[in-house]
Nanobody
């Protein structure tokens, strides 16, 4: 089994910064792409940013220049540094990892439990 645990959410004022982390553990042979998504009530979960095992990144237009994803492959952990936060960034943030549990297996997506980020004065 594979577990993803997020941490670092909370309340921050507009214009402020916040950092999230997501650590994967369990029966892991390798991890391909890891990602952050976010969801607000009544809307579908939306992709925020992705990072491959080689460090290539992609960002949603709404967060480009403000958010930075990074990854520590030795720790199976990704980070999200969020700067210049806006009220519209308020959401539950989820991490996702595409994990292979042995060399013959396919990659399977696992999700964290989510962490609340609230941007408000």
């Amino acid at each position: 089994q594979v577990q993803l645990v997020e941490s670092g959410g909370g309340l921050v004022q507009p214009g402020g910064s916040l950092g999230l982390s997501c650590a994967a553990s369990g029966n892991i042979f390798s991890i391909n792409t890891m990602a952050w998504y976010r969801q607000v009530p009544g809307k579908q979960r939306a992709l925020v940013t992705t990072i491959t095992s080689g460090g290539s990144t992609n960002y949603a237009d709404s967060v480009k220049g403000r958010f930075t994803i990074s990854r520590d492959n030795a720790k199976n952990t990704i980070y999200l540094q969020m700067n210049s936060l806006k009220p519209e960034d308020t959401a539950v943030y989820y991490c996702k990892a595409d994990v292979k549990q042995n060399y013959r297996a396919n990659y399977y997506s696992y999700w964290g439990q989510g962490t609340q980020v609230t941007v408000s004065s």
